[in-house]
Each structure stands twice: as C-alpha cells, then as structure tokens.
C-alpha cells in the first residue's frame, strides 16, 4: 500500500493545485469548461449596464419626504440598455400631499423595440420613492426609444421626457 501511494506516477494523478505537475482529464476538462463561460461574458454590455445605473442614482430628485403637492420624474433622462436584457425604468415622487399616479408610454420609435407599450405607476397619500416598471428589448433590436410620463392629475412633472438606447 505504502509503495503504491509514493509512487510518482500514480501519486501525481491525483494532485491538483500547485503541488499539481500533472493535470488529470477531468481536472482539464472543468478549466476549460470555466474559460469557455467566462470567455462569453459580454463585458461592454456589463459595463454599460453598470453605467445606465450609475447615472441613474446620480440623476435621481431628492426623494425625502417633503410636504407639498406631487412631482414627478424620471429618474434619469438617458438610459443604454442591451438588447435582450430587461431593466428596471424609475420614476420618483417628491411632495408627499395626496395621491400620485401617472402613465408612462413609447412617444417615439418602436414598441416591439423597447418591449414596452405603457405602465401605469402609483403612490398613495404621504408616499414617496421611486416606483419602477420594466422594459424588455428583445435580442437583437435596435433602436432609440423616447418615453413620455405623463402625470395624472394633482401631480406636476419634472424631467418627463427620457431616451433608451437599445444596442
């Protein structure tokens, strides 16, 4: 059994890590499977998204609660939005008195592109925060898209307007 187990041929077989000189099929196998997912990562796109959200927390209204009647906004005016992954679009509310609601809709460029027709968001008395409602540009579109918020009434708006870039 001793010798068995100090033998050099058998005993490296089974070692892995850095004490490892040779590396068993199915230990190569996993790298290469590893590299493979890794290597299909598509990092502009994670890095987009990163920015998308990195302007929108920097673009967002002061949400504290405040007393005053209800705007509303985007909040962000801009967004990059990689095809065939869905993102989050927020609205915030700043003014806490009465109720809020208001409708969100594709103004300009396609529907199918943005995979979005219309949302409706809504806040009840003394609410404040963002609200959020999804888009879901199917793969491979294409596109700017504008989306219009439109409050109900009792609600003024902010920033009404904001662009998705669909890539």
């Not at 290597?39 to 998308?52: F, H, L, R």
């Not at 504290?64 to 609205?91: E, K, N, T």
């Amino acid at each position: 059994m001793f010798e068995k187990a100090n033998d050099p041929a058998n005993a490296s077989r089974n070692m892995t890590g850095a004490g490892a000189t040779v590396m068993s099929e199915g230990r190569k196998n996993v790298e290469d499977r590893t590299i493979e997912r890794i290597d299909s990562i598509d990092v502009d796109s994670v890095y987009s998204g990163i920015e998308a959200d990195a302007a929108a927390r920097a673009h967002r209204p002061d949400i504290a609660v405040q007393a005053g009647a209800p705007v509303l906004s985007f909040a962000a005016p801009y967004m990059a939005i990689p095809a065939g992954q869905p993102r989050a679009i927020g609205i915030a509310r700043t003014g806490s008195r009465g109720s809020a609601a208001a409708t969100v809709r594709v103004v300009e460029g396609s529907v199918d592109e943005a995979g979005f027709y219309q949302a409706q968001v809504e806040w009840g008395d003394g609410e404040t925060g963002v609200r959020n409602f999804r888009v879901d540009p199917p793969a491979g579109a294409t596109g700017r898209v504008v989306l219009e918020l439109t409050p109900a009434a009792g609600a003024g708006g902010g920033n009404t307007i904001m662009t998705l870039d669909i890539q």
